[in-house]
């Protein structure tokens, strides 16, 4: 578990709904939530979203965190042009857990049109559970970042 218990949340406009579900269920295990928007379901672009969600999580200002847009991928793609960031689009709780386990990823990204509500929940526990193995990950995660 990351000791920077704050996480930011943001979406595109496919994902407020979600977003907000995520939140509840986040604040209600502890973690503090920093959720950047936006608060409408007006058309937006994700690489707003997920350019600014990243770096709130590169500065240190929070710990870890969670994006959101129609299938995960685009907002994932923004997210890791942020230096220091890496992100995973999610759909199963394996590769969730696995990202922090091995890559050590510090942010999550889901898809509201691939994922259901109830899936999206598992999975963010999933990742918020696990913690990073270092070891061999490690070199491997350096080589990521010296890249
Ligand atoms: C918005 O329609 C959609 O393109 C976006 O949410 C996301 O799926 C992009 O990767």
Redesign the pocket.
Known sequence: MTANKRIVLSS????LQTRQAIAEHIAALGWEVVDIGPTTTESTH?PIHGKAAAERVASGDCGLGIIL???????MMAANKVQGIRCGACCDTFSARMIRQHNDANMLAL?V?VTGEGLALDIVDAFLNAEFEGGRHATRVDMIEAS
């Open positions: 595109d406009h496919a994902a994700y847009c129609g299938t995960g991928q685009g907002i898809g049109r």
